[in-house]
């Protein structure tokens, strides 16, 4: 692990923690929606088994999906250890919550690498990042937890056009 110094003094490490812990999460997220289906999509949809809670009681129970997990915990530790770096500071400027800088990382990842949005659209069919996507991949909720209020859409760091969000 790079100490919180050399991170802050570099922004490429830190950009690089940025888009492992998206696509991190992502392969959680596809591993669990692939255990899904094999329970069968109409099962999946009428049971509700996709439900908030779900995903972490499955990470629990699977050995593939715990190892993930811990990989994406100590990315996220390096990330918040690091007070210093560009996403800390926006953060402490602009007065995020943890739900707006998830959506911030999120759009940065897609920005550095849009070869991600393949990832959204199996996730979701359509690729590009939306709400929804972030909000499960980054908390297991149903629906996103930021407000049109919010920070990021009040000085256009975050542009949404429909459900689409992008990095302005």
Request: proline share 3%.
């Amino acid at each position: 692990m790079m100490a919180a110094a050399q991170l802050a003094s570099n922004p490429v490490a830190e950009l690089d923690l940025v888009l492992a812990r998206f696509r991190l999460r992502a392969r959680l997220r596809v591993l669990w929606i692939e255990t899904l289906r094999e329970q069968g999509q109409v099962a999946t949809e009428l049971l509700d088994r996709d439900a908030p809670g779900e995903m972490e009681d499955w990470v629990a129970e699977d050995e593939a999906a715990r190892a993930l997990a811990h990989e994406t915990d100590s990315v996220e530790q390096e990330l918040a250890a690091n007070r210093e770096g560009r996403f800390a500071r926006l953060t402490s400027i602009f007065g995020l919550n943890a739900a707006e800088r998830d959506m911030l990382e999120a759009c940065a990842a897609l920005a550095l690498d849009p070869a991600l949005r393949e990832i959204c659209s199996w996730l979701t069919g359509q690729p590009s990042l939306t709400g929804r996507v972030i909000a499960r991949l980054f908390g297991n909720q149903r629906s996103p937890a930021w407000r049109c209020d919010s920070a990021l859409f009040q000085w256009e760091i975050v542009q949404q056009r429909e459900d689409v969000l992008t990095l302005d």
